[in-house]
T-cell receptor, first 111, second 118 residues
Framework: LAKTTQPISMDSYEGQEVNITCSHNNIATNDYITWYQQFPSQGPRFIIQGYKTKVTNEVASLFIPADRKSSTLSLPRVSLSDTAVYYCLVGGTGGSYIPTFGRGTSLIVHP | GAVVSQHPSRVICKSGTSVKIECRSLDFQATTMFWYRQFPKQSLMLMATSNEGSKATYEQGVEKDKFLINHASLTLSTLTVTSAHPEDSSFYIC??????????????FGQGTRLTVV
């Protein structure tokens, strides 16, 4: 049973806001939600992490509803360089956690 | 943020030879390291988890005698692909954790190694 479900692909245009939603219906009480970005032939890069409500950093915002069964990564004013695959992971704090990747969302930003 | 260095970034080898990939945590002690394999247009597939000083735990379907993992120190883990064949050609990625689990930036990823077996 997949832990997370995301859209396979999304398209956007430069300057627009992009929202990518991830479903994680079986999230456990101690699970955090973490988003990574991956460019071709590179390792994943951490974007943002949260547990509930809203988290914002210099590159993105993460919205988590009260039931925590989904989360939305929001990228404000995307540029061509934001074209990448975005992965949402869920997991708890503790030495036994193993980062497991789902299929990810391939975002293509058009001029 | 913490840095994980993976070397080499790209390697081409002949079929039947062995290749070693290094993963180093440069500014923190990595008690746990993860090795992934990624085929074109697919997600990262976990191959094995290794804890410093212990034998690696391999995922189902991953041959432990073919993919040798050594995690002898808190800053270095190696993956050796033995008797490589063209079907082993892939993008290999390591990840290092300081052991507290998965909070904030506690798991860090290397740049990846593109292995091509000819």
């Amino acid at each position: 049973l997949a832990k997370t479900t995301q859209p396979i692909s999304m398209d956007s245009y430069e300057g627009q806001e992009v929202n990518i939603t991830c479903s994680h219906n079986n999230i456990a009480t101690n699970d955090y939600i973490t988003w990574y970005q991956q460019f071709p032939s590179q390792g994943p890069r951490f974007i943002i992490q949260g547990y509930k409500t809203k988290v914002t950093n210099e590159v993105a915002s993460l919205f988590i509803p009260a039931d925590r069964k989904s989360s939305t990564l929001s990228l404000p004013r995307v540029s061509l360089s934001d074209t990448a695959v975005y992965y949402c992971l869920v997991g708890g704090t503790g030495g036994s956690y193993i980062p497991t990747f789902g299929r990810g969302t391939s975002l293509i930003v058009h001029p | 943020g913490a840095v994980v260095s993976q070397h080499p970034s790209r390697v081409i080898c002949k079929s039947g030879t062995s290749v070693k990939i290094e993963c180093r945590s440069l500014d923190f002690q990595a008690t746990t390291m993860f090795w992934y394999r990624q085929f074109p247009k697919q997600s990262l597939m976990l191959m094995a988890t290794s804890n410093e000083g212990s034998k690696a735990t391999y995922e189902q379907g991953v041959e432990k005698d073919k993919f040798l993992i050594n995690h002898a120190s808190l800053t270095l883990s190696t993956l050796t692909v033995t008797s490589a064949h063209p079907e082993d050609s892939s993008f290999y990625i390591c990840s290092a954790s300081s052991g507290g689990g998965f909070v904030d930036t506690e798991a860090f990823f290397g740049q990846g190694t593109r292995l091509t077996v000819v």
